[in-house]
T-cell receptor
Framework: DGGITQSPKYLFRKEGQNVTLSCEQN?????MYWYRQDPGQGLRLIYY???????QKGDIAEGYSVSREKKESFPLTVTSAQKNPTAFYLC???????????FGPGTRLTVT | RKEVEQDPGPFNVPEGATVAFNCTYS??????FFWYRQDCRKEPKLLMS???SGNEDGRFTAQLNRASQYISLLIRDSKLSDSATYLC????????????FGGGTRVLVKP
């Protein structure tokens, strides 16, 4: 069964701690993305990667970091520098030549 | 001004009725347009692409008006299962696959 998995579904952390969100895909897609969604708002792009070992900042990269060591994996670290980390985080992937992005089920992060 | 703007709704629609809503975009260089559907607390899923000549997929019709810089979505014969948030998505530029999302229009279909 091909798809994108994100874990965990819910994550709770104390302020000041770094936390890493997992994203794995077995669709053989080259491109992967991380978005953040706040209540009642659209998705905002954090980071994206079009190929292994390469990634670019999106619109709101401050306070986040990523790595792309394997084609199927694109973990996102929310650092203590991110001022408002509580949000719904969505990972997506797409073929390099296709615009359709397939989304994972998301991780709801709550930082108190 | 936001790059992609939508009426947040909700649009309360009687079952079987028709509902339509628009999305405006600010960048005239926008190249591609899509409608995604997002159910409550779930991930977005592609509903349909929007073509210049307009296109239809079953009960859903999408239109693009480049002169006025908006796209529209019309849902005919609304079903209870159509209740969701509909996200307008725009792609700018030729490089990469970066999408810009609107805030979504919430539709509630009621019996």
């Amino acid at each position: 069964d091909g798809g994108i998995t994100q874990s965990p579904k819910y994550l709770f952390r104390k302020e000041g701690q770094n936390v890493t969100l997992s994203c794995e895909q077995n669709l053989n897609h080259d491109a992967m993305y991380w978005y953040r969604q706040d209540p009642g708002q659209g998705l905002r792009l954090i980071y994206y990667s079009q190929i292994v070992n390469d990634f670019q900042k999106g619109d709101i990269a401050e306070g986040y970091s990523v790595s792309r060591e394997k084609k199927e994996s694109f973990p996102l670290t929310v650092t203590s520098a991110q001022k408002n980390p509580t949000a719904f985080y969505l990972c997506a992937s797409s073929r390099g030549d296709s615009y359709e992005q397939y989304f994972g089920p998301g991780t709801r992060l709550t930082v108190t | 001004r936001k790059e992609v703007e939508q009426d947040p709704g909700p649009f309360n629609v009687p079952e079987g009725a028709t509902v339509a809503f628009n999305c405006t975009y600010s960048n005239s260089a926008s190249q591609s347009f899509f409608w995604y559907r997002q159910d409550c607390r779930k991930e977005p899923k592609l509903l349909m692409s929007v073509y210049s000549s307009g296109n239809e997929d079953g009960r859903f019709t999408a239109q693009l008006n480049r002169a006025s810089q908006y796209i529209s979505l019309l849902i005919r014969d609304s079903k209870l299962s159509d209740s969701a948030t509909y996200l307008c998505v725009v792609k700018y530029g030729a490089a990469g696959n970066k999408l810009t999302f609107g805030g979504g229009t919430r539709v509630l279909v009621k019996p």
